[in-house]
Structures are given as structure tokens and as C-alpha cells.
């Protein structure tokens, strides 16, 4: 019996563990978004380029007003780019770490490794707020990505 259970409880780590796949040149970054010039939140999915873009969208970036996470913000988007997306929601809360990027042909998978098990009983979790970060030297046709959000 006990080589039973210890077959049964290494499968499950090997099988259960979480295979999170970041493309190089890619960062995820917990996000607030301002929504001023927005309808909803659905109309987020979208890059942003300057500071001036970001500053219409973003109020705070892990924790800390844009300009605190990124004091340097104009010689940072000479170099980088973001997506800012949400995700999660409904039954469990998005966490940063559960995110994966893929590259394949020409599409960007924003990918969520969501939780399997069955919803609790305990109402509806708001989905999350995330910025993808590209490397623009690495991604220079990043405009020409669709960028599709899944679940796994």
C-alpha cells in the first residue's frame, strides 16, 4: 500500500505542478488601470507606447503610482512596449505568476493557467489588472501580433 501512495503522490507532482512558459524579452507586471477614456474594462487590450498612452491608462504599477515604478518613463518606452489586459474573474482571482506568453506564427498567446478545482461557494472575484512587458529590440513587428488571451 505504501508504494501505492507513493507512486500516486509523485505522479501528482509531476502532473500537477504549473508549466510556466515566459517568452524571452516578456515580463508580466501587476496593474490599476485609470479608464478615463475608456467604456469598459474589455476595451483595454491594447498597447501602449509612450508615456503619454500610459499615463491615460495606467494609475499604478505593482503597487506604485507609474511614475514611481517607472521613473525614467520616456527612455523606458524607447526600449520596451506593453499590453495591458485583465484577466481572471468569475470564480477565482488572476494572480501575476499564473501567466505565460507563447509566440507562434504570428500571434502573441497571453496565456492563464486558471485553477482546475470546482468554484468555492463565495460569490464572484473581480478579474485582475496586468501589463505585459515586450523588449522591443527582440519584438519589432510587436504591432502586427494578434494577441490572443487564453485559459489552460
Known sequence: MNKFALILSTAFIIFGCKNKTLEKGTNFREAMFTYNDYASESDTNQWITNSVEAGKSIKEIDGKLLTQAIPDIDSYY?????????????????????????????????IWDAPKSPCPKVGERSSRQAILEIDKSLYPNYRKLKVELTNR
Not at 79 to 105: A, H
Open 78 to 110: 524607447n526600449n520596451k512596449v506593453q499590453y495591458i489586459f485583465t484577466f481572471g474573474g468569475g470564480c477565482y482571482n488572476g494572480e501575476i505568476d499564473e501567466l505565460s506568453t507563447v509566440f507562434k506564427d504570428s500571434v502573441l498567446y497571453i
